[in-house]
């Protein structure tokens, strides 16, 4: 008989896990959703809901740009603002249902290189968005090597470009947050940036991504060395916020998606506790969040052992602590 296919709900069955501390409340601040067919498939509401009901206390979440239900039609700059019109419609639905996770805010897509006149494509968000439309993600991974399954732009990083820069700045000037994620070789850049935009709310997704595969596969003590230090010098920069997940997509080396069963949460934690503990201990708890990073995480590891993972590796924090990195900091930058 053959296995279940990596990814599907039949092979995260396989490991099933008595769910850690279930009353703690959380907010899920990173997941995707595509009614129609993407790389990583179809995810809907129903998806989100079957994943945030498997044992958690999922309260709410935060949808996160991923080019879905974009407008066909219009000027390229106006096209992202179907996809706020889309979550904004599946959100209200979300919110009537009593007693399972609400979709609480929205963060879409803009060309931040579009500098001062990135304007009139935030009015079309914040109409489009009922009220959840919280900020942009513009991400800047960049990799010639061809070996990676997402290789971002075939463009270099936008970050160093003067009117990327004036976007950002915009954001912040009209209170809104900017999220973003690069591979490991753009950290320095994603620093100088940070550093040139003191005033607007920055979020790091997935780590600054530390690659393990393809041209990376035995590079890894080495760029390990390498984040350490430029993950230190951006938590300096006390306008980023860290998103803790992200580091289960098959870019990062460890191979889950590839094996006859999904990793346990004790399998998780001893392969990734090095990252999460240097991010942790770099941005302190009050800067960092859990996120899911669903359904691309959803390749590697389950729902509920993912979020088990998570409690693990915190079960030495104070109730406090724990409370900021599940909770209280998503709520706060996202206004939730």
């Known amino acids: 008989m053959a296995s279940p296919q990596p990814g599907t709900d039949a092979w995260h069955d396989l490991v099933q896990e008595e769910i850690l501390d279930p009353d703690r409340p959380i907010v899920d601040p990173h997941h995707h ?16 809901w079957n994943d945030t009901e498997s044992g958690h206390n999922i309260q709410k979440t935060v949808f996160i740009d991923c080019h879905s ?20 419609l599946v959100a209200a639905e979300s919110a009537e249902t009593d007693n399972k996770a609400t979709i609480a805010a929205i963060v879409s897509h803009a060309n931040m290189q579009l500098g001062e006149a990135i304007e009139e494509v935030l009015a079309a968000h914040e109409e489009a968005g009922n009220g959840l439309f919280r900020g942009i993600r513009h991400a800047g991974p960049h990799d010639t090597s061809g070996t990676l399954r997402n290789p ?13 820069r004036t976007g950002v700045r915009t954001l912040g000037e009209l209170g809104y ?20 935009c003191p005033e607007t709310t920055m979020i790091l997704d997935h780590f600054g991504t530390p690659l393990g595969v393809g041209v990376y596969a035995n590079q890894q003590e080495e760029i390990f060395a390498q984040w350490q230090k430029d993950v230190a010098a951006i938590a300096e920069c006390p306008n980023v916020f860290a998103k803790l997940g992200g580091l289960a997509m098959p870019d990062n080396g460890f191979g889950w998606h590839e094996r006859e069963q999904p990793p346990s949460s ?15 201990e770099c941005f302190g708890p009050e800067r960092c969040m859990f996120e899911s990073n669903y359904p691309v995480d959803r390749l590697s590891v389950s729902y509920h052992v993912l979020w088990n993972a998570f409690k693990k590796l915190t079960a030495d924090f ?7 990195m599940f909770h209280d900091t998503a709520s706060q930058i996202y206004r939730i």
């Open 69 to 88: 239900n974009y407008l066909t039609n219009g000027p390229d700059h106006l096209k992202p603002i179907g996809e706020t019109e889309y979550v904004a």
């Open 177 to 196: 947050t900017y999220d973003t994620w690069h591979f490991f070789m753009q950290n320095q850049d994603y620093l100088s940036l940070a550093m040139a």
């Open 33 to 48: 959703l595509w009614e129609t067919q993407s790389m990583w498939g179809v995810y809907t509401l129903d998806d989100l």
């Open 152 to 164: 971002g732009s075939p463009r270099p990083c936008p970050y160093s470009n003067e009117d990327f």
């Open 318 to 324: 104070t109730d406090d602590e724990k409370s900021a």
């Open 266 to 280: 004790d399998e998780f934690v001893e392969a990734q506790k090095p990252y999460f503990m240097h991010m942790i």
